[in-house]
């Protein structure tokens, strides 16, 4: 155990730093940071996993500071909750759900605790946390080599943002934690199979699909839109955004589906994924590819669902 210990605290702390440290690597690569935690969690067991856990995050302390706290908090919370479930053989949706809840609960009382130790509410601890946040972001695009115009649009708009940020914060924190799990589920099970570690079987990923009832919600929540309340409005924006990410999902396994049917080899596969990462209209084809499989069933798996 000592060892696992000790080269899990290592690699989980380098990964930490790393991502603190370099903002491109940690904007992207700290979905990675749980990864770590779920290896150990399977081959060394619940309590290494979780003394890695704790000296990773009283690290985190020592290098940053609470809100670094907060976030790589929830990182490490999602890796050993994973690790716990996987271990455990907790159904695919219902483990993404707990950890979902886990998260959100993690993260509206860090920053309540946060805003007590000092002095200010938990809107005004949040709105700080956000405009940090994008302060940093628009810092990551001059460095990036953005336009000068453009740049300044961003710092014009960066009021508007925030107020938007802050009414879609329930659906970025899950939607954010959805995709982590989506990313460590993936990496940790090619690790384990790789070192003949036990997996849960989860079946073909791939043939994966959302349940046909959260088509009523994706309807639901675009009547929230059309209607004058400010509340309404918030609420169906945030559920839109948490459906599109689920259907992403969905999308990204029909793809997913096809190119293994079709033996398209690994190097046009990553280039094919990379290109849905970063162009946001072939995302967004990605998402309707998912939300349309409801009715037209494009993998031919089971009954498809009667339009109307």
């Not at 979780?50 to 500071?65: C, S």
């Amino acid at each position: 155990m000592s060892k696992d210990l000790i080269t899990g605290t290592l690699i989980t702390c380098l990964a930490v730093t790393v991502c603190a440290l370099v903002p491109i690597v940690g904007l992207m690569g700290s979905v990675f940071i749980p990864v770590p935690l779920i290896f150990y969690r399977i081959k060394a067991g619940s309590l290494t996993a979780r003394l890695i856990a704790l000296a990773t995050a009283g690290f985190v302390l020592l290098l940053g500071g609470r809100l670094e706290l907060l976030f790589f908090g929830e990182l490490l919370l999602i890796g050993v909750l994973m690790g716990e479930l996987m271990e455990r053989r907790w159904p695919l949706e219902r483990m993404a759900a707990a950890i979902c809840g886990a998260a959100v609960g993690v993260a509206a009382g860090g920053m309540w605790v946060f805003g007590l130790l000092t002095d200010r509410g938990l809107l005004e601890t949040l709105a700080d946390g956000v405009r940090n946040n994008l302060e940093l972001t628009l810092q990551l695009y001059r460095d990036m080599g953005l336009s000068q115009e453009q740049v300044e649009f961003l710092e014009a708009s960066l009021d508007v943002i925030q107020q938007i940020m802050i009414g879609m914060m329930p659906a970025l924190i899950i939607g954010s934690t959805l995709m982590t799990v989506w990313v460590c589920l993936l990496t940790a099970r090619q690790l384990l199979q790789r070192l003949e570690l036990p997996v849960p079987d989860y079946g073909a990923l791939d043939h994966w699909k959302a349940p046909e009832v959260l088509v009523w919600g994706v309807i639901a929540s675009g009547l929230l839109l059309l209607l004058p309340s400010l509340a309404a409005k918030t609420v169906g924006l945030n559920g839109l955004a948490l459906f599109m990410i689920v259907y992403f999902f969905q999308g990204i396994a029909i793809v997913a589906y096809f190119l293994r049917k079709k033996q398209v080899p690994r190097i046009a596969r990553m280039v094919l994924y990379g290109l849905i990462a970063i162009q946001q209209l072939v995302m967004l084809a990605v998402v309707g590819v998912g939300f349309f499989d409801t009715w037209f069933n494009f993998r031919k798996i089971g009954k498809p669902l009667t339009p109307g």
